[in-house]
């Protein structure tokens, strides 16, 4: 079960969410609260969704969670931009959260673009 840790687009959504992570509980302040809960739930669900689709066993499965953590990946890119512009986030921490972005959502467009596998077996 566990062979979805050789997905490249896995280990992106991986470092993304920690990277997340521990950005925003770096430069924790009450005003950012509603901003970094959601980017945080966001970048959380790109990997969550890519291990359950997996886990499901199924290429229609896998497919279809792949498309929701995508979006989840355009959610994360979207409220990071907002985290940036507001200065909520050091330019820093955008500088080197945005490439896994950009990195995750590469990944997830080409596996969805080679028909995503079949679950565990095809996926590997």
């Given at each position: 079960?566990?062979?979805?840790?050789?997905?490249?687009?896995?280990?992106?959504?991986?470092?993304?969410?920690?990277?997340?992570?521990?950005?925003?509980?770096?430069?924790?302040?009450?005003?950012?609260?509603?901003?970094?809960?959601?980017?945080?739930?966001?970048?959380?669900?790109?990997?969550?969704?890519?291990?359950?689709?997996?886990?499901l066993g199924?290429?229609?499965?896998?497919?279809?969670?792949?498309?929701?953590?995508?979006?989840?990946?355009?959610?994360?890119?979207?409220?990071?931009?907002?985290?940036?512009?507001?200065?909520?986030?050091?330019?820093?921490?955008?500088?080197?959260?945005?490439?896994?972005?950009?990195?995750?959502?590469?990944?997830?467009?080409?596996?969805?673009?080679?028909?995503?596998?079949?679950?565990?077996?095809?996926?590997?």
């Open positions: 079960m566990r062979k979805y840790r050789s997905l490249v687009a896995w280990q992106r959504a991986r470092q993304l969410a920690l990277s997340i992570l521990r950005s925003t509980d770096e430069t924790n302040h009450p005003r950012t609260r509603a901003v970094f809960d959601q980017l945080r739930r966001a970048a959380i669900s790109v990997e969550a969704n890519i291990v359950e689709g997996y886990a199924t290429p229609a499965q896998f497919k279809r969670h792949l498309r929701i953590a995508l979006g989840s990946a355009a959610e994360t890119e979207i409220l990071l931009e907002l985290a940036a512009e507001s200065g909520y986030l050091p330019a820093d921490v955008i500088g080197r959260t945005q490439p896994l972005v950009d990195e995750t959502i590469a990944t997830l467009f080409g596996l969805l673009r080679k028909g995503a596998g079949a679950g565990k077996r095809g996926a590997e």
